[in-house]
């Protein structure tokens, strides 16, 4: 059986599906791997890199694609590379079927079997699969790197002759993996960081990091039986608002990660929240490219809202194209080892296993 991916359109990404250190593990299985010329040479990694590690470097996506029983991809295919796959040929990736629904249906009435690992269940076998986890993880540490990066004063106390210098406040919205991993990288660097989220079991976890958790009054566990947030009542929305506003007074630093799969991204930071924000601040918009968190967020752009910015990244993983490559390729082998059956070698659509079950497009 053949494995292919080709090159992603790189002015929106930059991750790849296949990098030379997990090759090695498909050949170990005997698949064969199929890439496009200069596959990742935007990441520093050659050709002949990928070649001395047995893969084969063909002309064109079209050659990769009519070549391979399999293709292994970051994001969904442009439409006419959809157009060329054929009957009982796999396609994986990051699909979105929320934003791409009609040009998946196209493709599996074609009888090409398509799936999708943001839909990955949350289940102990899942785990080294978890591209949601993998990626977020590095997006939280990023978003932190970046909105201190921007912020014009220190982060940690410091005390010197001349004064002290007061720690910077951080609040970081959504206590999911980039979340927790944002209060971890935030407290490293010295800041004193507040954080909110639906998911009452997040209280636990977000202190175990040195994070202070704002409760909402009369707030109830919020989360969904696959470990997401649910959406809220109008009641709650009012008293978090309230909660909000009122810590936003002290807050330098927004992070914002609350996302509900599937659906536009909470709006939790209103205007006049951010109107009572210190002059200088920050907000860091993970959830740009899903509506975002706040009011008045525009995705790829920096908005100065009465002195404080708001920024609005739709793939901040461009900025980490490397590690994040690293780690999606470790997700999509441990995807494809499942997929494959060793005695039979070739991959079976398996549909009593939960994981094919669960990120088959239907």
């Given at each position: 059986m053949i494995v292919g991916s080709i090159s992603e359109n790189l002015k929106d990404e930059k991750r790849?599906?296949?990098?030379?250190?997990?090759?090695?593990?498909?050949t170990s299985l005997g698949l064969k791997i199929n890439l496009t010329k200069n596959?990742?040479?935007?990441?520093?990694?050659s050709d002949q890199l990928y070649e001395s590690e047995g893969a084969n470097i063909l002309q064109n996506d079209s050659e990769v694609i009519s070549k391979s029983d399999a293709i292994l991809q970051m994001n969904i295919l442009s439409d006419e590379n959809l157009d060329k796959l054929s009957k009982d040929q796999i396609l994986i990736g990051v699909l979105?079927?929320?934003?791409?629904?009609?040009?998946?249906?196209?493709?599996?009435?074609?009888?090409?079997?398509?799936?999708?690992?943001e839909l990955l269940p949350r289940i102990t076998r899942a785990q080294s699969m978890d591209i949601l986890s993998s990626q977020a993880n590095l997006a939280g540490y990023k978003a932190v790197i970046d909105s201190f990066g921007y912020f014009k004063k220190a982060i940690p106390m410091m005390m010197t002759a001349a004064g002290t210098i007061s720690a910077a406040k951080v609040l970081v919205v959504g206590a999911g993996v980039a979340g927790l991993q944002a209060i971890a990288t935030a407290k490293r660097m010295g800041a004193i960081v507040y954080a909110t989220d639906v998911r009452l079991a997040s209280k636990e976890q977000v202190e175990s990091l040195g994070?202070?958790?704002?409760?909402?009054?009369?707030?109830?566990?919020?989360?969904?039986?696959?470990?997401?947030?649910?959406?809220?009542?109008?009641?709650?929305?009012?008293?978090q608002e309230e909660?909000?506003?009122?810590?936003?007074?002290?807050?330098?630093?927004?992070?914002?990660?609350?996302?509900?799969?599937?659906?536009?991204?909470?709006i939790i930071i209103k205007k006049d929240m951010i109107e009572v924000m210190p002059k200088g601040s920050i907000i860091y918009d993970l959830a740009a490219s899903?509506?975002?968190n706040s009011e008045i967020t525009v995705v790829n752009d920096i908005i100065d809202c009465n002195g404080v910015k708001i920024m609005g990244e739709s793939n901040i993983l461009n900025k980490l194209p490397v590690s994040a490559s690293n780690l999606y390729a470790k997700n999509m082998f441990?995807?494809?080892?499942?997929?494959f059956d060793k005695d039979k070698k070739s991959f079976e659509v398996n549909s009593e296993d939960e994981i094919i079950e669960k990120t088959k497009i239907k």
């Open positions: 790849v599906a296949i990098t030379p250190e997990v090759l090695k593990k498909y596959y990742a040479s935007h990441l520093g990694i979105n079927p929320y934003l791409n629904l009609e040009k998946l249906k196209k493709t599996i009435s074609r009888d090409v079997n398509c799936f999708s690992l994070g202070k958790f704002l409760i909402v009054e009369g707030s109830e566990n919020l989360e969904t039986d696959g470990g997401y947030a649910k959406e809220t009542s109008d009641e709650f929305k009012k008293k909660l909000l506003k009122e810590t936003l007074k002290k807050i330098d630093i927004v992070i914002c990660t609350a996302l509900i799969p599937g659906k536009r991204a909470p899903q509506g975002g441990n995807f494809i080892n499942n997929l």
